[in-house]
């Protein structure tokens, strides 16, 4: 490793500024010295990362090359040397899923379930993750960190070139990096304030340290989601190197594909431990309509049976109706292509096509654009009720970021919960579940009020206009900045073409040329893509989902098996013949 050339009077300033940061964190807190301490210490890695960067004064034109030597001790899974076979990708992605379900049923030591607020409940399908498990987080530091690379990338804050294999490496490093950064992030606010201790752990510590019983125990919580979402990492990029497709996307496709059969088939009462009735029928949609059915007379079937067996949650069967829809609209999105001719170099009469499928940017944006407003939801929600973010000026308390139910509400309003933002922000950029959460409330404001939170029907569908307009433009920003830090832009496509030993028939053998023919074609099918996955996704929610799953959950689930499946097929060719291998390889 080369020695890296600083500017060590860059320390000055961040040391200024995280005294500062530790003092004001003090007057707002007001917590024993100790506390403090140790909230200091852990804030301190981010100034020493802070200093490695900034202080860099080396060769190379990015500053992120000031981390190199600190990513490089980062603990990874190695990629493989040679080529590895189908029969053990399969092993291993299927080891590897076998482990994630395992770890979403061992919880974590020492919580009280009972009082424990689940901050990303309505994310659920996305993260890919069990409240209270050591998945708790699931893969949401691993999203949140892509999301601000990619916005860096993009906005060419660490100028780097994503063509160059050195930029490349550094940036997959300080991406790491950045995860390990956005499990604290996330994880010590929960633990701090929504992720309860158990009293007799609690009890116990203070036995120990009088005192800081509670703060011991939140410690030791936040070192187990630590361990289980740095887990959740090493997964990904097992199956990323020796398996097949994307650990993230299989999380996600396996814990969506069992809400939605549960959604669908299960027989369990809507309200667990209570016997099966009309007004406590089963909570999948199918079971819950033939029961309905079956045991309604004639006259209440049509007065409120229908109704029920249509709109009421959970699970209605106009759930059904458009899960399945948005099920065989996105496999036909997802089949089809834009298929270029090509041919070999050398090999007269050998032809092909490349194909560039309509959904370019694949499901990627919807996940980035839906883990955005999951922080926003943690974000509004924390800076509204903690301790501490609460009393921080502007952003503390601050209803036009998101104002939360009280408990008197949450215990009086049926429907809500204290995660449920009532307005501002975080109100207009929430996410509806089915009809009977925008559509009757805008067409009966009356009759809705317990949805509505005191808002009128225009408010309601302002929000939902809001709420599509933003996912629909993130999904194609996020689009734009996956495609060109994935080599899936016109140039990088060019060159893999080129190596290969391919060209355009009628072109000129130059990649200049080829990128000029895939820039017709590559811009404009990812911004397609990008708003397509974003109105799916958005529509689904409007319409609602069986099993809780979110739109975003079935559209991810169905694109991700059709593209796990692609993959399979892909590395069987694979095995066919080192020819087809290589030009896969290259691809």
Same mark, same amino acid.
């Given at each position: 490793?080369?020695?890296i050339?600083?500017?060590?009077?860059?320390?000055?300033?961040?040391?200024?500024?995280?005294?500062?940061?530790?003092?004001?964190? /003090?007057?707002?807190?007001?917590?024993?010295?100790?506390?403090?301490?140790?909230?200091a210490?852990?804030?301190?890695?981010?100034?020493?990362?802070?200093?490695?960067?900034?202080?860099?004064?080396?060769?190379?034109?990015?500053?992120?090359?000031?981390?190199?030597?600190?990513?490089?001790?980062?603990?990874?899974?190695?990629?493989?040397?040679?080529?590895?076979?189908?029969?053990?990708?399969?092993? /291993?992605?299927?080891?590897?899923?076998?482990?994630y379900?395992?770890?979403t049923?061992?919880?974590?030591?020492?919580?009280?379930?009972?009082?424990?607020?689940?901050?990303?409940?309505?994310?659920?399908?996305?993260?890919?993750?069990?409240?209270?498990?050591?998945?708790?987080?699931?893969?949401?530091?691993?999203?949140?960190?892509?999301?601000?690379?990619?916005?860096?990338?993009?906005?060419?804050?660490?100028?780097?070139?994503?063509?160059?294999?050195?930029?490349?490496?550094?940036?997959?490093?300080?991406?790491?990096?950045?995860?390990?950064?956005?499990?604290?992030?996330?994880?010590?606010?929960?633990?701090?304030?929504?992720?309860?201790?158990?009293?007799?752990?609690?009890?116990?510590?203070?036995?120990?340290?009088?005192?800081?019983?509670?703060?011991?125990?939140?410690?030791?919580?936040?070192?187990?989601?630590?361990? &289980?979402?740095?887990?959740?990492?090493?997964?990904?990029?097992?199956?990323?190197?020796?398996?097949?497709?994307?650990?993230?996307?299989?999380?996600?496709?396996?814990?969506?594909?069992?809400?939605?059969?549960?959604?669908?088939?299960?027989?369990?009462?809507?309200?667990? &431990?209570?016997?099966?009735s009309?007004?406590?029928?089963?909570?999948g949609?199918?079971?819950?309509?033939?029961?309905?059915?079956?045991?309604?007379?004639?006259?209440?079937?049509?007065?409120?049976?229908?109704?029920?067996?249509?709109?009421?949650?959970?699970?209605?069967?106009?759930?059904?109706?458009?899960?399945?829809?948005?099920?065989?609209?996105?496999?036909?999105?997802?089949?089809?292509?834009?298929?270029?001719?090509?041919?070999?170099?050398r090999?007269?009469?050998?032809?092909?096509?490349?194909?560039?499928?309509?959904?370019?940017?694949?499901?990627?944006?919807?996940?980035?654009?839906?883990?955005?407003l999951?922080?926003?939801?943690? /974000?509004?929600?924390?800076?509204?009720?903690?301790?501490?973010?609460?009393?921080?000026?502007?952003?503390?308390?601050?209803?036009?970021?998101?104002?939360?139910?009280?408990?008197?509400?949450?215990?009086?309003?049926?429907?809500?919960?204290?995660?449920?933002?009532?307005?501002?922000?975080?109100?207009?950029?929430?996410?509806?579940?089915?009809?009977?959460?925008?559509?009757?409330?805008?067409?009966?404001?009356?009759?809705?009020?317990?949805?509505?939170?005191?808002?009128?029907?225009?408010?309601?569908?302002i929000?939902?206009?809001?709420?599509?307009?933003?996912?629909?433009?993130?999904?194609?920003?996020?689009?734009?900045? /996956?495609?060109?830090?994935?080599?899936?832009?016109?140039?990088?496509?060019?060159?893999?073409?080129?190596?290969?030993?391919?060209?355009?028939?009628?072109?000129?053998?130059?990649?200049?040329?080829?990128?000029?023919?895939?820039?017709?074609?590559?811009?404009?099918?990812?911004?397609?893509?990008?708003?397509?996955?974003?109105?799916?996704?958005?529509?689904?929610?409007?319409?609602?989902?069986?099993?809780?799953?979110?739109?975003?959950?079935?559209?991810?689930?169905?694109?991700?098996?059709?593209?796990?499946?692609e993959?399979?097929?892909?590395?069987?060719?694979?095995?066919?013949?080192?020819?087809?291998?290589?030009?896969?390889a &290259?691809?």
């Amino acid at each position: 490793m080369r020695e890296i050339q600083r500017r060590k009077g860059v320390a000055i300033p961040l040391v200024i500024i995280y005294g500062l940061l530790v003092a004001a964190f /003090w007057y707002i807190s007001h917590y024993p010295i100790l506390q403090v301490v140790v909230a200091a210490v852990l804030l301190a890695p981010v100034f020493v990362i802070g200093y490695l960067v900034f202080s860099y004064n080396g060769p190379k034109n990015s500053k992120l090359y000031g981390l190199e030597y600190l990513t490089s001790k980062l603990p990874a899974v190695k990629k493989a040397k040679g080529h590895v076979k189908f029969k053990y990708k399969l092993m /291993w992605t299927a080891l590897v899923v076998i482990l994630y379900f395992a770890l979403t049923n061992v919880y974590v030591y020492g919580l009280n379930a009972s009082r424990t607020i689940d901050v990303f409940a309505s994310f659920r399908a996305i993260f890919a993750g069990a409240s209270g498990s050591l998945m708790d987080l699931g893969i949401g530091p691993i999203v949140t960190a892509s999301i601000v690379m990619q916005l860096f990338a993009g906005a060419k804050i660490f100028n780097i070139d994503l063509q160059n294999s050195e930029d490349r490496a550094i940036y997959q490093g300080v991406q790491k990096l950045l995860v390990i950064i956005m499990i604290f992030v996330e994880a010590i606010p929960q633990a701090f304030g929504y992720i309860v201790p158990d009293a007799s752990l609690v009890s116990s510590l203070n036995a120990v340290a009088p005192g800081f019983g509670h703060f011991l125990a939140e410690s030791i919580i936040v070192l187990q989601l630590f361990f &289980g979402s740095y887990l959740v990492f090493l997964m990904d990029e097992v199956v990323s190197k020796y398996g097949i497709g994307s650990g993230i996307s299989l999380f996600i496709a396996a814990g969506v594909s069992q809400q939605l059969v549960t959604g669908t088939f299960s027989w369990i009462p809507t309200t667990i &431990g209570a016997p099966l009735s009309l007004s406590n029928p089963p909570a999948g949609a199918l079971p819950k309509m033939l029961f309905i059915i079956t045991h309604s007379s004639g006259s209440s079937l049509l007065s409120n049976g229908v109704l029920s067996v249509l709109f009421q949650q959970p699970n209605p069967m106009i759930a059904l109706i458009g899960t399945i829809l948005i099920f065989f609209i996105v496999a036909y999105f997802q089949s089809s292509k834009i298929e270029l001719p090509i041919a070999h170099e050398r090999v007269r009469g050998a032809r092909g096509r490349y194909p560039l499928q309509l959904l370019y940017a694949s499901n990627i944006p919807v996940i980035l654009a839906t883990a955005l407003l999951a922080n926003v939801s943690m /974000w509004t929600l924390l800076f509204w009720s903690s301790p501490v973010l609460s009393k921080i000026p502007i952003l503390g308390h601050n209803p036009l970021l998101g104002s939360y139910p009280t408990a008197a509400q949450v215990s009086s309003v049926a429907g809500i919960s204290s995660t449920t933002p009532m307005g501002g922000l975080a109100y207009y950029l929430y996410s509806p579940n089915g009809l009977s959460d925008w559509l009757f409330p805008i067409l009966q404001p009356s009759s809705y009020q317990n949805v509505l939170f005191g808002h009128a029907g225009w408010e309601e569908a302002i929000h939902i206009l809001v709420f599509l307009a933003f996912m629909i433009i993130a999904s194609v920003i996020f689009a734009k900045f /996956w495609i060109e830090t994935t080599n899936m832009g016109p140039s990088a496509v060019a060159k893999q073409i080129m190596s290969s030993g391919m060209q355009i028939p009628g072109f000129r053998r130059d990649p200049k040329v080829i990128e000029k023919v895939l820039k017709k074609y590559i811009p404009a099918i990812t911004v397609f893509s990008g708003a397509i996955v974003g109105l799916l996704a958005a529509g689904a929610n409007l319409i609602g989902t069986v099993g809780d799953t979110s739109g975003t959950g079935l559209l991810l689930a169905v694109g991700i098996v059709i593209q796990f499946y692609e993959a399979m097929g892909k590395e069987q060719m694979m095995e066919m013949h080192p020819v087809i291998r290589q030009f896969f390889a &290259g691809a």
